[in-house]
């Protein structure tokens, strides 16, 4: 309504403007009149009493003249007459025009002047001279301007209600048409973009009218249809995309259980190797009762050490939805370097763990199954690049960072996940491909090249990132930040 209130105030205003200065040529122009006709009320007066007064003069004599003079004065309210020598004895002293000008008058006109009277009041005078008993002499008309006052005021007055009233009712009649033509149908568009903007493309806005704001509502229509449209190919995008990295971690996973197969082999076979032996032991007869009890222990035990690990590869290899719950990332290091420590052996290196602060500030929204994919190709790429052997150092702590540009944010403390490796490093012209897709420097069949690109799109799903640091021949490291919880 906003918008009909300012038309409302900019009709009435134009309108305003526009009636008073009409009004106030009107008022001029009803003064110029009422003045010229008292002007000439005067002249006519003047004229037809002169005539009258000169003949009553010639054949009666002065003083019936001068009766018709006060007979005159009687008959008329508002215009007082007087008779004025304009020489000779009794001539008068307090003409307002000049005695010399009016001597010059012809004979049948007459002047008229505003002067003020002996109250210092503005009055019209009109003088009509004669000439009687050979002497020159007029008849002066005086009248107040009250009346023209009064009627100027009346005037004005009229006008400005006029006006106003013209005013009020032209912002009226803008008001409720604006209403009903621009209010209603701007409220409908207002509401059908809000619906809009809330995601909320059903129930199309209709408008009865046929001008701009129609136009408008239809491009709304027709702009919400293009949008659920959108709405529906994005989402079916976003499916395709989600299932397509679901396969690329998954098939990540794989390969990297491939590494791990070698590392996990090694690691059954020597409790196999004293399942075997103990159960041969027992089978062979020649054992005591007690032996056999001690032997069956052996061999649970290590049964038990088998099934851990088969059921940590099978869990890591499990492709699931992903679930983040609150999870210490310390203790889902300590299981990721676990799993790879048999890998590790096999190449001298050595799995060393630093965790830093109090176990509960290490804790975050994660989903486990990923950030634990995260750290082992990571670890898996440290081990790899160390052929000689040597130390990977894994540490956990808080850390403030300021995320990179393309993610966005400012400066705060974040979960820092850091892997080095001592191995040959990563040469500058290389580090920043490093988490392109298919891009490795592996030999053939030793890498697919999505690991790390793997692992920088899941920690950008949990709302962090991940850097690479490297010096050729000093060793690289990886760092993954995590929002903490």
Known sequence: MRLVNKLSLAFMIGTTAILAGNGYFRVQREVGLFR???????????????????????SEGQAQAMRLLDAANAGESRIHFRWDWLDGPGAATDLHVDRGALEALPAGTT???????????????????????????????????????????????????????????????SYVLGSFF????????????????????????????????AEVGDELNATSDALVTANEKVARETAARIATLEQLRHADRLTTVGKLASGVAHELGTPLNVVVARAEMIASGETSADDARQ???VIVSSAQKMTRIIRQLL????????????????????????????????????????????????????????IEQVLTNLVVNAVQAMPRGGPVEVSVRRERAAPPADHGGAEGEWLAVRVRDRGAGIAPDVL????????????????????????HGIASDHGGWITAESRPMHGSTFVVYLPPR
């Open 36 to 58: 010229a006709d008292r002007v000439h009320d005067h002249d006519l007066i003047g004229r037809t009493l002169g005539a009258s007064l000169q003949a009553v003069w010639r």
């Open 111 to 173: 002047t008229t002047v505003i002067a003020p009277d002996e109250r210092g009041k503005d009055e019209r005078f009109t003088y009509a001279p004669l000439i009687v008993d050979a002497r020159p002499g007029a008849l002066e008309l005086s009248e107040t301007l009250d009346a023209e006052r009064a009627y100027t005021r009346r005037t004005v007055y009229e006008t400005m209600q006029t006006t106003g009233i013209l005013a009020l009712v032209t912002a009226l009649l």
């Open 182 to 213: 621009v209010g209603r149908p701007v409220r409908a568009l207002v509401e059908k973009a809000r619906r809009i903007g809330r995601g909320e493309f059903g129930g199309p806005v209709v408008l009865s009218s046929r001008d701009e704001l």
């Open 295 to 297: 032997y069956a222990g």
């Open 315 to 370: 869990e890591f290899a499990r492709r699931r939805g992903p679930r983040k719950e609150r999870r210490d990332l310390v203790a889902l290091t300590e299981r990721v370097l676990e799993l790879l420590r048999p890998l590790a052996q096999r190449q001298n290196v050595e799995l060393v763990l630093h965790a830093s602060g109090e176990r509960h500030k290490m804790e975050a929204d994660v989903d486990a199954g990923q």
């Open 432 to 455: 920043p491909h490093v988490f392109e897709p298919f891009f490795t420097t592996k030999d053939v069949g030793a890498g697919t090249g999505l690991g790390l690109s793997v692992a």
